[in-house]
């Protein structure tokens, strides 16, 4: 057996460079780190690279060299639309090639070869030659196909092109406002109503977006709606979904269903019941039991499913299941074996080949019917919701929010096991405030298997997520640019960075975004190389800007200093609200559950000096009155955020009632009860959606921000009244 490979080796580095595998970088605290030989072998393993021994890198090296001789085409080529691009096409040295485009609407154009010398190059004995062609800038955008036809010696290649947006247009927003944009920041699932079965759901997200319409409100952004475990235990964050693709039905109104009207009175009876158990919930201020709610929830959908639809409405099932297609149907099949799997058991789906899985399609045919109608359900009812924003006045409407990830054992987990990595999680590097690093526990995609997959899986993705949405926000959208890959059994600090094609990503995003209507706001918090920012402000895609993280040598940044491009907000769900903020809460939390890396009373020194350095920024402005409520805190940082040029302002709903409780504390999983905390005010006492408009704190940092805006789009008006561009 051949020796492991020294550490240091520069094979090992040089190969890990040809597969996008950081070898080296610098951490939150400015300190060069070299990442080690074993976190690199893991993570090489994870793209089926063997690199355990010299030889065995050597052969890696040579195959990573000349895969592109060995392939006609690229696997997909993303472009941006006019701008000219050229394509290689490799083929036997001296045949005669030919290079077309087919169009998404059947037309044909063929592409100009044009006069780039490249040698050839020897490949498994033969002498491969390279032809260039040059892909005109005036291809229209959308998703197309480059077809190459070689003389007799060589098949003819095929290969997805897409033709994406240089720049994503800007949404016109209010004159009054400046041009500029705010909106509510919202966990769908903490915000209920009477009528809510002790969840927020889709009816309440509409009640919510029409009040904020009525408000001047233009977006409201929530949490993802992804797809949770078809039954007990329900995973309570909506970052860890077993699917992306999909909606979680837990959202859905029963009441809302059209069939539900025309039930007999003895089903109708059940479903009450059913309500009446879980309506006390509602007003509970205790943690959300997902479980519980879904219990009946279920069952009294299974009742409506069941009673049958008129022939109209099939057709419009029929039409969605075929619209939808093969993806939706691998999720229901996916549910339909979940539900019924016992903890143990041999897991059916191991077994994917066309006759097993065929036998369980059939097998269990009720069921994924059942489960595909729970999507069309509550597919229509966020289309209604989207449909009330706009209604209601509201320039961009629902903000739907895109999770990092999935679960490494859920849905699409399975159905895309071929395009994401195993033996490996996604996290992030130890940063200020996550002193030990994360582990999200989701599996990555492969980059070089999803530019093998033509993009495909990202395209249905954001496809499907911005069906019924005027925004997009991308948790976390460094990772489209590059994840930091943690091999199981290390720790979050043993991890790497592994790069993206980004010029692909993005331009995949920008193009379904841009056919959808909907603008893109990417997560670019924490670790980012700096021309990360500028290449996204390049594409039209806003950043995110948070008061806390605004800093400038140690102090809080002036607003004025903000990008433009931004959704600029106080607080964000990975932090407490900010009355929780201010009162320390972060620090007393973080100390009980063990996760702080540095002396407690260093800790909360550090956080007073931060508030005091901030209430003095307020004061600096007059926005603080002598001895200020915490109220009027909340208030005056709101101000101090619209006094940037961001060009949307979002407003934490939990900030507007005065709640204390963080939704998640990063870094724990049970520890703390993550993604469970029911709307509330400072007292702990729940806030329904029909409490809001008569909620004094709501309505007057309401005013506040509205003020605010205004004010300062009047400063930007010259006298005859025409807008003038904001500094």
Not at 30 to 56: C, F, K, N, W, Y
Not at 184 to 204: K, N, P
Not at 532 to 552: K, P
Request: net charge negative; charged share 25%.
């Amino acid at each position: 057996m051949e020796d492991h490979i020294d550490v240091g080796s520069s094979g090992l580095r040089a190969l890990a460079a040809a597969y996008g595998v950081a070898t080296e970088f610098w951490d939150y605290r400015g300190i060069h780190q070299q990442v080690p030989d074993s976190t690199l072998r893991s993570v090489l393993a994870a793209m089926d690279v063997l690199a355990e021994t010299d030889h065995q890198v050597q052969a890696a090296l040579a195959v990573a060299q000349s895969a592109p001789w060995r392939r006609t085409l690229p696997p997909c080529v993303v472009v941006r639309a006019g701008v000219p691009e050229q394509v290689p096409v490799h083929v036997p040295d001296g045949a005669t090639v030919r290079l077309r485009v087919v169009l998404e609407d059947g037309a044909e154009r063929e592409l100009e070869q044009v006069d780039v010398w490249v040698a050839p190059q020897e490949v498994d004995g033969a002498q491969v030659g390279r032809a260039t062609f040059a892909l005109p800038a005036d291809l229209p955008l959308g998703w197309h196909e480059l077809v190459v036809d070689v003389d007799e010696r060589t098949a003819t290649a095929r290969s997805p092109l897409a033709i994406t947006p240089s720049r994503l247009p800007m949404p016109e927003l209010r004159a009054e406002q400046g041009g500029r944009a705010w909106g509510l920041m919202a966990q769908l699932y903490s915000v209920r109503s009477a009528a809510s079965w002790g969840i927020g759901d889709l009816a309440d997200l509409a009640e919510l977006t029409g009040l904020s319409g009525e408000l001047g409100g233009d977006f409201l952004l929530i949490n993802p709606l992804h797809a949770a475990e078809p039954g007990a235990p329900m995973t309570p964050s909506p970052y860890l979904p077993t699917t992306r693709q999909f909606l979680n039905p837990i959202y859905i109104r029963p009441e809302d269903i059209r069939e539900t009207a025309y039930l007999p009175n003895s089903q109708r009876t059940l479903l009450e019941w059913a309500l009446d158990a879980l309506r006390p919930m509602n007003t509970d201020a205790g943690p959300i039991d997902r479980d519980a709610v879904w219990a009946e929830k279920k069952s009294a959908l299974e009742t409506i499913f069941a009673a049958g639809r008129s022939r109209s409405r099939q057709r419009s099932l029929d039409r969605f299941r075929a619209e939808l297609g093969r993806r939706l149907e691998d999720f229901a099949l996916w549910c339909a074996v979940a539900e019924q799997h016992t903890e143990g058991e041999p897991w059916p789906l191991d077994d994917a080949t066309p006759g097993a899985l065929g036998r369980l399609r059939r097998e269990l045919a009720e069921r994924i019917d059942f489960f595909c109608w729970l999507q069309w359900v509550a597919d229509e009812q966020l289309e209604r919701a989207q449909r009330t924003a706009r209604e209601a006045g509201m320039r961009i409407g629902v903000m739907q929010d895109l999770a990092v990830g999935v679960h490494p054992r859920g849905a699409d987990s399975w159905s895309m096991a071929g395009v994401l990595a195993r033996g490996i999680t996604v996290g992030a590097p130890p940063d200020m405030y996550n002193q030990q690093g994360q582990d999200w526990s989701q599996p990555p995609w492969r980059p070089d298997a999803l530019a093998e997959a033509g993009y495909r899986p990202l395209r249905d993705l954001v496809r499907t997520v911005v069906r019924h949405a005027g925004a997009l926000r991308v948790d976390h959208i460094i990772g489209l640019f590059r994840l930091w890959w943690i091999p199981d059994g290390a720790s979050a600090e043993e991890g790497t960075y592994v790069r993206y094609d980004h010029e692909a990503m993005v331009g995949v995003l920008a193009l379904e975004a841009y056919r959808a209507g909907a603008m893109v706001i990417g997560e670019d918090l924490g670790t980012v190389e700096p021309w990360v920012r500028d290449y996204l402000s390049e594409r039209g895609v806003l950043g995110t800007s948070v008061l806390w993280f605004e800093q400038e040598d140690n102090r809080p940044r002036r607003p004025e200093d903000y990008r433009e491009l931004a959704l600029a907000t106080v607080t964000t769900h990975d932090l407490p609200p900010t009355a929780g903020y201010l009162a320390e809460e972060h620090v007393e939390l973080r100390q009980q559950l063990g996760l702080l890396t540095e002396p407690a009373a260093q800790v909360r020194l550090a956080a007073q000096i931060e508030r005091e350095r901030m209430l003095q920024a307020l004061r600096d402005r007059f926005l603080l009155p002598p001895d200020p409520t915490e109220r009027q805190i909340v208030e005056a940082l709101h101000r101090f955020v619209v006094h940037s040029p961001s060009l949307l302002v979002g407003v934490a709903l939990t900030d507007a009632v005065g709640e204390r409780r963080a939704q998640n504390q990063p870094g724990t999983d049970t520890e703390y009860p993550n993604w469970k905390m029911p709307l509330a005010d400072g007292g702990e006492t729940a806030v329904l959606v029909e409490d809001l408009p008569g909620n004094a704190r709501f309505s007057s940092l309401v005013a506040a921000v509205r003020q605010e805006l205004a004010d300062r789009a009047a400063t930007a008006q010259p006298a005859d009244g025409q807008q003038v561009s904001r500094p």
